[in-house]
């Protein structure tokens, strides 16, 4: 907090419609008189030692501000670069991804009541990036479980469950088949679980889950998931379908120190620079940001006016959402409605 009142936020604007989308934000929170002060990040990555790295700067300034707001990263295809999300998520040692699914009330899917919250293990898993050929025509990819990255992301499932007032945490797990791996993770949550005697803990198979989440998602609406990556990426992507697509959906990557909120989505090159993109996934990342700092009222406010524009119908939705509204239309309204 600035000695005036206001926040200092990084904000790492992106590639492609990160530009456009980053632009619809600030235009909505100067006119929210919301009181952040964008303190813009450049993250073009270098290359050290072999290593893709973040530039000090853009380091710097995420670690004084604590929070963040991130549009897409494109990740080049082919040698050098590791992808740019996942370094950042290791820098910042961002544990936890947050990932919550409400329907849009106006955008009518085959559900209207989905709400549900996901968190995914962030930094190990199926994600390791450890890979080598044993033979020719013989591979081997090494999935890591740790307990402490375990721990800490399922303590991190319990505690948010009990600040939203959900009464269960489940873990969804194939302990069935992977004993050692993820067994270690249901293993670690039947441990924190003792020091929440108020939150029930709960386990699932991620199969039955996944046949659960499509055929009544409602069964996910008073409870927090937690599972290892690779679940989480994939389960997490399912909840975005049940709600109308990758253009609504919000994240948060937590860690201990710093978090940083993203859309789910990527940069879209095929609509980039087209005036085509819908920013309602980082507006509402923004509100999950902003909730983060306690400025509910804000958050309540821009939600509640990115609600209203999405159901007053076709003419303010963008196209993903089946509508005819540019990315400036649509953020005008936004701000007509706040
Ligand atoms: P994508 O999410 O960029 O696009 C998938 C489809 O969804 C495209 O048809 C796109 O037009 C549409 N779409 C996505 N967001 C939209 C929005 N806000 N409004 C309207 N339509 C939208 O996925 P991709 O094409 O697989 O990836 C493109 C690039 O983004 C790649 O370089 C990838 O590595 C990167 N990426 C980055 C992140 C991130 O920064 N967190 C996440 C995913 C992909």
């Known amino acids: 907090k600035n000695a005036n009142g206001t926040y200092t936020v990084s904000f790492i604007e992106g590639d492609g419609i990160g530009v456009e989308i980053s632009q619809a934000v600030k235009d909505i929170y100067k006119a929210a008189n919301v009181p952040i002060e964008w303190e813009s990040c450049d993250v073009t990555p270098l290359l050290i030692n072999g290593r893709t790295t973040i530039p000090q700067p853009a380091v710097d300034s995420i670690n004084k501000n604590l929070v963040a707001l991130k549009g897409p990263l494109a990740t ?11 370094t950042l998520r290791r820098t910042f040692n961002l544990f936890a991804n947050l990932r919550p699914a409400k329907s849009i009330v106006g955008f009518k899917t085959p559900y209207d009541d989905v709400d549900s919250v996901l968190i995914r293990e962030n930094t190990e898993g199926e994600y390791s990036g450890i890979e080598h050929t044993i033979v020719p025509g013989v591979v081997q990819s090494i999935k890591l479980i740790t307990k402490p990255a375990s721990e800490r992301v399922i303590k991190f499932a319990f505690e948010y469950a009990r600040s939203v007032n959900r009464p269960e945490v489940v873990v969804v797990h194939k302990a069935s088949i992977m004993k050692l791996s993820d067994g270690l993770f249901v293993e670690t949550a039947k441990e924190v679980a003792k020091s929440f005697p108020d939150i029930k803990l709960g386990f699932e198979l991620l199969d039955n889950t996944s046949l659960k989440m499509v055929s009544d998602p409602t069964k996910y609406s008073n409870l927090v998931m937690v599972m290892p990556n690779l679940y989480g990426d994939i389960m997490s992507d399912l909840a975005s379908g049940l709600i109308g697509g990758l253009g609504l959906t919000p994240s948060g990557n937590m860690g201990d120190k710093v978090s940083i909120f993203e859309a789910v989505h990527g940069s879209a090159p095929d609509i980039a620079g087209k005036n085509m993109a819908n920013p309602t996934a980082l507006l509402l ?6 909730r983060h700092m306690s400025l509910d009222t804000y958050a309540d406010k821009i939600e509640t006016a990115v609600l209203k524009t999405i159901a ?11 509508g005819d509204a540019t990315t400036s239309h649509y953020t005008e309204q936004v701000i007509k409605n706040l």
């Open 312 to 322: 007053s119908g076709p003419e303010s939705r963008t196209k993903d959402l089946k």
């Open 285 to 290: 990342s923004s509100c999950m940001m902003l």
């Open 76 to 86: 080049p295809i082919g040698k050098g670069h590791q992808s740019l999300n996942l």
